[in-house]
């Protein structure tokens, strides 16, 4: 009898065991499906103290189409869903706030380490990409010799993991939150719902991404 009840009992955990994987993937997308509906708040149900401003209406972007410095056509809904620091820079000049912002964000993924694959970066334009300049970082060569140099060839040799996108009138921010000295940060789903400025620490704001990088699965 002893023995009966050794052998029901190590099936079950055996059953429990393998049933575990099984429960852990139904959940995982029973959550995504309504994190990605937005019926589920992810920010708020896990409470982060967040560096950031939450935007109060978030914007999704997935499904707008820009035109990417290939001359092709890009958009969010392409590619793999991936955390976004979004920067926008209106006007034909990417100027000293701009060029800053470049580098904190890339200094900010690079810093996230492991998770740096599941985050991208992305500069959304309003001019075409080909005419956009770069006023240079004050006291660098560039900016001595030509204050006024194309952007691009700039980004390709310092920033090669951007992607740079143009809009043609499409809101990629909600409404009255575009602020200068500023990037967003875009969950997996599309959302502008973050913003960050150059007054946050750049410390403050890796532990938010690592925060949600952690809690987000993937």
Not at 45 to 50: D, I, K, Q, R, V
Not at 149 to 161: T, Y
Not at 200 to 210: C, E, P, S
Request: hydrophobic share 40%; proline share 6%.
């Amino acid at each position: 009898m002893t023995e009966t009840n050794n052998r029901t009992g190590g099936r079950a955990i055996l059953l429990l065991i393998a049933g575990l994987p099984v429960t852990m993937i139904l959940a995982s997308t029973w959550l995504w499906y309504f994190v990605e509906r937005g019926d589920i708040d992810i920010i708020g149900a896990l409470g982060t103290a967040n560096s950031g401003e939450l935007l109060p209406e978030p914007l999704n972007i997935r499904s707008l189409e820009f035109e990417a410095a290939d001359g092709t056509f890009a958009s969010l809904a392409t590619g793999e869903p991936k955390w976004t620091l979004m920067l926008v820079n209106d006007g034909p000049t990417c100027n000293a706030d701009c060029n800053e912002l470049l580098y904190l964000t890339r200094q900010i993924r690079i810093a996230i380490g492991r998770d740096y694959q599941r985050t991208q970066r992305l500069l959304v334009v309003d001019t075409p990409i080909e005419t956009i300049q770069s006023s240079g970082e004050p006291g660098s060569a560039d900016s001595d010799s030509n204050p006024m140099q194309a952007l691009m060839p700039q980004l390709e040799r310092e920033h090669v993991d951007l992607k740079v996108w143009r809009r043609e009138g499409q809101a990629v921010v909600p409404d009255g939150q575009l602020m200068p000295n500023s990037w967003y940060l875009v969950d997996p789903s599309g959302w502008v719902m973050m913003r960050y400025s150059t007054e946050v620490n750049y410390k403050d704001v890796i532990g938010d991404l690592k925060f949600l990088l952690k809690n987000s699965g993937g």
